[in-house]
């Protein structure tokens, strides 16, 4: 029976959409983009898996996009239509899907830890990792990566063995001391120090000696963690022997000193050093232990550079336990070495902290062939790399700065004049904070009074593939040289293409 023309007519008139004038954009399936041969080297890298979950968000964020961009040009009473996609940088067609996915793929599977370099002027730059391996320590480091090591393992007893063995011998050789232990930094080893030796008595400090190194770590904050009683004794700017005579007592359990390696009190200034101050601690029956903060195994005067407290001469002067870091004037991997008196490293390795803070194979693998180069102080300009970029000739920095200022004014052009100039570094990480080294370098200073002209070309120098680290300092980016090797100069001046390219 046919029906009634009005029921049909108003059974049309409920069922018909609302159609936009606006043409639909498609964006293809996900199956379609993982199918297309192009797809297939970055599922072969990356995996199915995350090729398919990445391509999913691709797609959803691209709809998004689209979606919005629709409804803004209908709102503004725009007739939306294919060119949409182009207004919104979004792409429909697969080849241009797969570079989007391949440079998300890329990205999302950066590593987080990336090269950079360091043209601050600081050589042991404590935010960039501080000091470089040799490439003995590096090959070392490989070599444990790969294989079983005898970590704790006698290989002459078949036996368990001591970890610290493998680099205690050295120790003592380049210090004098009569033992050693290592732990992963010289916070934790001034912590444990502390901890074993004087948990709940006092620990006799110069006021003046109360530092504070980066990252708000105070000398008294670890004191308190580590369960000691600081007393402090002098002033700020004076202390004398009769202060700690005074302080001295059956509660005393060490005199510390701590080397002031980030800063220094001049003028009106008087302390007590360590060959003033054993010998009362002794009368008095009680330990004396130095922090020394970077520690350095070798005269740094043979080399030109200023002269620093050894730790040799720090054993020698009587001290009975002396702390250093191992990454810093050492030039190793980081880490904390404690060296001293026999008896008193002994307390230390038995308490339970030392195994909460000891390093692994990796530190060690560094530690040992650092600590053999230095059985040949002649040889150290040559193969420690700390060593090497400090006694670096400023006539070598001056001859990089010559070959990378012409392109390097090309890449950014006329916004910015690029000039070679001296200029001068530090050695960092809290070592010789007063002391500078002759340096030569490139200054970026730009034309004109553009509005944050120096921020927005930082910000271009560490996009790069290789980011730049410089330093801004009187209206201009200053970039030191010194650490900047001549295999580092090819790819610094490789990638000024791509600086050139972001500035456009």
């Known amino acids: ?73 209908g709102a503004a009473g725009i007739d939306t239509g294919a060119s949409t996609a182009a207004s919104t940088g979004a792409a429909t067609d697969i080849p241009a899907l797969l570079a989007m996915l391949a440079e998300r ?28 391996l040799p490439d003995s ?31 205690e011998e050295l120790l003592l050789e380049l210090t004098g001391a009569e033992a ?100 009362l601690a002794k009368s008095h029956q009680i330990d004396v232990a130095v922090d020394l903060g970077s520690g350095t195994l070798v005269d740094l005067e043979q080399y030109g550079l200023p002269h620093e407290t050894t730790v040799r001469e720090t054993i020698a002067a009587g001290a009975d336990l002396v702390t250093f870091s191992g990454d810093k004037l050492l030039g190793g991997p980081q880490c904390g070495i404690i060296v001293g008196r026999k008896d008193l490293i002994a307390q230390i390795k038995k308490n339970p902290l030392k195994r909460a803070l000891r390093v692994g194979k990796l530190t060690l ?27 670096r000739p400023a006539a070598a ?36 904070p007063v002391d500078q080294l002759p340096s030569f370098g490139l200054v970026i200073r730009p034309n004109g009074k553009a509005s944050n002209a120096l921020g927005r070309l930082e910000q271009r120098l560490r996009a790069l593939p290789l980011p730049v680290i410089g330093r801004v300092a009187h209206d201009a980016l200053w970039l030191d040289l010194r650490c900047l090797n001549d295999e580092q100069q090819e790819k610094f001046i490789a990638q000024l293409a791509l600086l050139e390219q972001a500035g456009a």
Not at 51 to 61: E, H, S, V, W, Y
Not at 112 to 130: E, I, P, Q, S
Not at 371 to 389: I, M, S, V
Request: proline share 5%; charged share 20%.
């Open 180 to 279: 050693a232990t290592i732990v992963n930094n010289n916070a934790a080893a001034v912590l444990l120090m502390l901890n074993t030796l004087a948990l709940g008595r006092e620990v006799i400090v110069s006021r003046g000696e109360l530092v504070e190194i980066g990252g708000a770590f105070r000398i008294p904050d670890v004191m308190t963690r580590a369960g000691a009683v600081l007393r402090e004794v002098g002033s700020t700017n004076r202390t004398h022997l009769k202060d700690y005579a005074e302080a001295a007592g059956p509660q005393t359990a060490l005199m510390m000193k701590v080397h002031c390696s980030n800063y220094e009190i001049t003028g009106f200034t008087k302390s007590v050093e360590l060959p003033e101050l054993a010998p």
């Open 105 to 132: 793929l890329q990205r999302s599977n950066r590593s987080n830890l990336r090269a950079v370099f360091n043209l601050t002027g600081t050589v042991l730059h404590t935010n960039l990792g501080r000091a470089l």
């Open 1 to 73: 029976m046919t029906a009634p023309a009005s029921s049909t007519t108003a059974t049309t008139a409920t069922a018909a959409p609302v159609t936009s004038s606006a043409p639909k954009i498609r964006l293809p399936a996900v199956h379609l983009i993982l199918s297309d041969a192009g797809c297939q080297p970055l599922i072969e890298q990356y995996g199915r898996t995350q090729t398919t979950d990445t391509a999913r968000a691709l797609l959803a964020d691209l709809r998004a996009r689209l979606l919005a961009a629709r409804q803004d040009d």
């Open 365 to 391: 693998a560094a530690l040992e062939p650092v600590l053999a180069l230095y059985r040949a102080p002649d040889l150290l300009p040559e193969r420690l790399t700390t060593l090497k970029l400090l006694t």
């Open 397 to 432: 920095m001056r001859a990089q700065a010559a070959a990378i200022v012409a392109p390097l004014q090309a890449a950014l052009g006329a916004s910015y004049a690029v000039t070679a100039e001296a200029m001068t570094s530090q050695i960092g990480s809290g070592a010789l």
């Open 137 to 167: 320590a590096v090959q070392a480091v490989a070599e444990a990566l790969r294989w079983p090591m005898n970590l704790e393992w006698n290989i002459d007893t078949g036996k368990r063995g001591d970890r610290d063995n493998l680099v």
